[in-house]
């Protein structure tokens, strides 16, 4: 079983920055793909990004694509979500989880989430 704590939402400018970070306790840590998702008020959740095991493949929506960048530290049990020139647009509250099926992008495919971080970004 994997427990999933995110962390690093907040306010932020539209054309800032956020760090998200997602600290996982468990030792097979490493053995998950991670992903991460956004839910907006009235919206459905969807998929952000992803990231294999390794690191050594990672996905996009393409909506952020260019912008956000996942990556992870198996050392510390801890994956990532770097988010630059952020835009009203992507307020919600960003999610981690630990992905267990097929295919990557959708929801079903994460067992294990966290309790969320909200992020805002103004105009």
């Known amino acids: 079983q994997v427990q999933l704590v995110e962390s690093g939402g907040g306010l932020v400018q539209a054309g800032g920055s956020l760090r998200l970070s997602c600290a996982a306790s468990?030792?097979?840590?490493?053995?998950?793909?991670m992903g991460w998702f956004r839910q907006a008020p009235g919206k459905e959740r969807e998929f952000v990004a992803a990231?294999?095991?390794?690191?050594?493949?990672?996905y996009y929506a393409d909506s952020v694509k260019g912008r956000f960048t996942i990556s992870r530290d198996n050392a510390k049990n801890t994956v990532y979500l770097q988010m630059n020139s952020l835009k009203p647009e992507d307020t919600a509250v960003y999610y981690c989880?630990?992905?267990?099926?097929?295919?990557?992008?959708?929801?079903?495919?994460?067992?294990?989430w966290g309790q969320g971080t909200q992020v805002t970004v103004s105009s």
């Open positions: 989880a630990a992905q267990s099926r097929i295919p990557y992008y959708s929801d079903s495919s994460y067992d294990y």
């Open positions: 468990g030792r097979t840590f490493s053995s998950y793909a």
């Open positions: 990231i294999s095991w390794s690191g050594g493949n990672t």
